[in-house]
T-cell receptor, first 116, second 111 residues
Framework: EPEVTQTPSHQVTQMGQEVILRCVPISNHLYFYWYRQILGQKVEFLVSFYNNEISEKSEIFDDQFSVERPDGSNFTLKIRSTKLEDSAMYFC??????????????FGPGTRLLVL | EDKVVQSPLSLVVHEGDTVTLNCSYEVTNFRSLLWYKQEKKAPTFLFMLTSSGIEKKSGRLSSILDKKELSSILNITATQTGDSAIYLCAGFNFGNEKLTFGTGTRLTIIP
């Protein structure tokens, strides 16, 4: 069964460093998302991406964040200058626009980011 | 701001019991309600509910949406230890294409 994959599974970084989290969405999906989940808290929407541009973003997704689809398969989330409060599990998700079920989003296993 | 509330926050039952998990939502431009199961990491899709009163079923799991009450329930019958997980409910706003999640119900099944 096709699945969303993410790398790395864990990342530890120093405050102020840049990190890039990588995702490979399900191959025929056209809508991509990033969510984060701070330990013990809700899954929170960060950004959606369609047709090579941001479709929606939350107030969390400030200038420190950016997303990119550098090639036909990868979808990345960059945090330019990490802060302690960026420590969280980051989930990538994708959905199949053509099925008419845009909201059925399939999640990857996540990257646990720890900022020291 | 869209809001999803789940109850109870946690539930401990014995194997074989039946459980009902609750979800209520206040979502602008609401289109559908989704249930996910989160074990160790990624939320795994269970159900998407769009129409009120129509039950969706998958094995021992079933779910129904009540648009009048802005709520949904997830039922699990004959629970097994493998059902232990956090169950997440999320409402989809088709205006901003965003899923808003609840905090989840942590279900623990005791053998």
């Amino acid at each position: 069964e096709p699945e969303v994959t993410q790398t790395p599974s864990h990342q530890v970084t120093q405050m102020g460093q840049e990190v890039i989290l990588r995702c490979v969405p399900i191959s025929n999906h056209l809508y991509f998302y990033w969510y984060r989940q701070i330990l013990g808290q809700k899954v929170e929407f960060l950004v959606s991406f369609y047709n090579n541009e941001i479709s929606e973003k939350s107030e969390i997704f400030d200038d420190q964040f950016s997303v990119e689809r550098p090639d036909g398969s990868n979808f990345t989330l960059k945090i330019r200058s990490t802060k302690l409060e960026d420590s969280a599990m980051y989930f990538c998700a994708s959905s199949d626009l053509t099925s008419g079920e845009l909201e059925t989003q399939y999640f990857g296993p996540g990257t646990r980011l720890l900022v020291l | 701001e869209d809001k999803v509330v789940q109850s109870p926050l946690s539930l401990v039952v014995h194997e074989g019991d039946t459980v009902t998990l609750n979800c209520s939502y206040e979502v602008t431009n609401f289109r559908s309600l989704l249930w996910y199961k989160q074990e160790k990491k990624a939320p795994t899709f269970l159900f998407m509910l769009t129409s009120s009163g129509i039950e969706k079923k998958s094995g021992r799991l079933s779910s129904i949406l009540d648009k009048k009450e802005l709520s949904s329930i997830l039922n699990i019958t004959a629970t097994q230890t493998g059902d232990s997980a956090i169950y997440l409910c999320a409402g989809f706003n088709f205006g901003n294409e965003k899923l808003t999640f609840g905090t989840g119900t942590r279900l623990t099944i005791i053998p």
